[in-house]
């Protein structure tokens, strides 16, 4: 089946850094979704990419669906503590109704 | 405007007995999916639903089933509870249902089986 390798697994990081992550696929999707997960509680949507090659930006956030459509990557910008959580990408499209996760990415923001 | 709300937040089972998770879209979403986090494991697809209908199923048991309701809202059925059912169940909702809609989360129900 469809699967996505998100990398990397963890990142420990300084404040005001940046932080890049990413997700690749043998598949393609049509779809390209990022979420951030805290403690407790579901995924929260970050940014959306329906097309392939595009580059979207939300705040501090930008996102690229890849023109391959089996990749994508998600920037943060100089973070900030309240950025630390877990990060999934989001591959749709392609199995009627059904997304495929990444395994995560688990973002700690030192102060 | 409200969320994707989900009930209960906790829920605690013994192996064997059966579990029931419920869910409301957010207005104006007809589509409701479920997925399961279980711990390590990330986010599995479990069902889909539609206008009513399961429009497509996740790599799941007959034993993990449920139903959307006339009004959209949605209910998870888990029979004959094992210990490895332990995760967090997450619905989320979307616009109508087609191929690579954007969907959105409730906060989860936790359901734990001893």
């Known amino acids: 089946g469809q699967q996505l390798n998100q990398s990397p697994q963890s990142m420990f990081i300084q404040e005001g850094e940046d932080v890049s992550m990413n997700c690749t696929s043998s598949s393609i999707f049509n779809t390209w979704l990022w979420y951030k997960q805290e403690p407790g509680e579901g995924p929260v949507l970050l940014i959306a990419?329906?097309?392939?090659?595009e580059l979207t930006s939300n705040g501090r956030l930008t996102a690229q669906f890849g023109i391959t459509r089996k990749d994508s990557f998600l920037n943060i910008s100089a973070s900030i503590p309240s950025d630390v959580g877990i990060y999934f990408c989001a591959g749709g499209g392609t199995s009627y109704g059904k997304l495929t996760f990444g395994q995560g990415t688990i973002l700690t923001v030192h102060p | 405007e409200a969320g994707v709300t989900q009930s209960p937040t906790h829920l605690i089972k013994t192996r064997g007995q059966q579990a029931t998770l419920r869910c409301s879209p957010i207005?104006?979403?007809?589509?409701v999916y479920w997925y399961q986090q279980a711990l390590g494991l990330g986010l599995q697809f479990l069902l889909w639903?539609?206008?009513?209908?399961?429009?497509n199923r996740g790599n799941f048991p007959p034993r993990f089933s449920g139903r959307q309701f006339p009004n959209y809202s949605s209910e998870l059925n888990v029979n004959a509870l094992e210990l490895e059912d332990s995760a967090l169940y997450l619905c989320?909702?979307?616009?109508?249902?087609?191929?690579?809609?954007?969907?959105?989360f409730g906060e989860g129900s936790w359901l734990t089986v001893v």
């Open positions: 207005s104006g979403h007809t589509s």
């Open positions: 639903y539609d206008e009513g209908e399961e429009r």
């Open positions: 989320a909702s979307s616009f109508p249902g087609y191929s690579g809609n954007t969907i959105y």
């Open positions: 990419l329906y097309k392939a090659g």
